[in-house]
């Protein structure tokens, strides 16, 4: 059986990615013709149509679907083979893509980066920050190793590793927080009065299930991009928000008038680690849940 080439199983996933030839040629570093002519090899090779074409524009097949997908696979794990081989079989060893969302990140990184240093000097680290759903995409593409994410989430086709809790605090400025009652009831506080994260932001449907404030008119029509801007929010005593422990671990709330209290019911969200199922380094990733369980409010990792 002739094998196809790797290289031209890169071309066919990265023009399925870009959906055009002229971007996907450059990602490759290769002409537009080259890449071209790599395509049409696969069909040649495989007996099957992988594009439709029509003057300058085209489609993928069924088949060149399905091909795409199969060669990810392939791809991730002639990939992880390289890597291994050229690491002596030393799976502490070698470069490592991780992706964090930006609710984690700015509150994680310098903890995450000295933990690396600390006890896992010999992995050379590449740090992405993006949104749950671009992470995600970038993990099943090859173009990320694994994921810091806030749980529970859905993700097909991977595996996850929870590392610990992350406690929210309701957060007002004092003048406000010192009128609330006790025990706290949201359902009393003013409408339209809490500021939460725009919904691209998993933070936001973890906050509204793990906080009670499903259906509730409570919640403002003005969504923030970021923490940050939550904090610009209730420091002008426009209101409320929720912020996690991790955050304010951090000193989120430095220089600012605010007071954060306990959620009701000790609402949380889960962190994790998620990577696509059949990665060859497991061991490597169930060694960084070790090392990065300890950062977080609360770990669930001994």
Request: glycine fraction near 6%; proline fraction near 5%.
């Amino acid at each position: 059986m002739k094998w196809p080439n790797l290289k031209h199983l890169h071309y066919l996933v990265t023009l399925h990615q870009e959906q055009h030839f002229h971007r996907a040629a450059a990602r490759c570093n290769v002409s537009q013709s080259t890449l071209s002519t790599a395509i049409q090899n696969l069909e040649e090779h495989f007996g099957s149509q992988l594009l439709e074409r029509e003057h300058k524009t085209f489609v993928f097949t069924s088949l060149g679907l399905d091909v795409v997908e199969r060669s990810k696979l392939i791809l991730q794990e002639a990939g992880e083979l390289v890597e291994y081989a050229q690491n002596a079989g030393n799976w502490q060893r070698g470069n490592l893509r991780l992706g964090v969302i930006p609710t984690i990140a700015p509150f994680l990184f310098e903890g995450m980066i000295g933990a690396f240093n600390a006890f896992l000097p010999d992995i050379s680290l590449e740090l992405q920050e993006d949104t749950t759903s671009n992470l995600l995409q970038q993990l099943s593409d090859g173009r990320l190793d694994l994921l810091v994410l806030a749980l529970p989430m859905e993700t097909p086709g991977c595996k996850q590793m929870i590392l610990g809790h992350d406690p929210f605090h309701l957060v007002a400025h004092h003048s406000m927080a010192d009128d609330l009652k006790d025990p706290m009831d949201i359902s009393s506080l003013p409408k339209k009065s809490i500021f939460l994260l725009q919904q691209e932001h998993c933070m936001t449907g973890h906050a509204v299930s793990a906080c009670g404030l499903q259906h509730k008119d409570q919640v403002s029509s003005l969504a923030a991009s970021s923490l940050y801007t939550l904090v610009q929010l209730a420091n002008s005593k426009l209101g409320y928000t929720f912020l996690p422990e991790l955050a304010l671990n951090q000193q989120i709330l430095d220089n600012t008038e605010l007071k954060a209290l306990p959620a009701e019911n000790d609402a949380y969200r889960e962190i994790g680690l998620v990577w696509r199922a059949g990665t060859t380094r497991m061991r490597l990733f169930r060694r960084i849940g070790e090392i990065l369980s300890p950062l977080l409010p609360k770990p669930t990792l001994n």
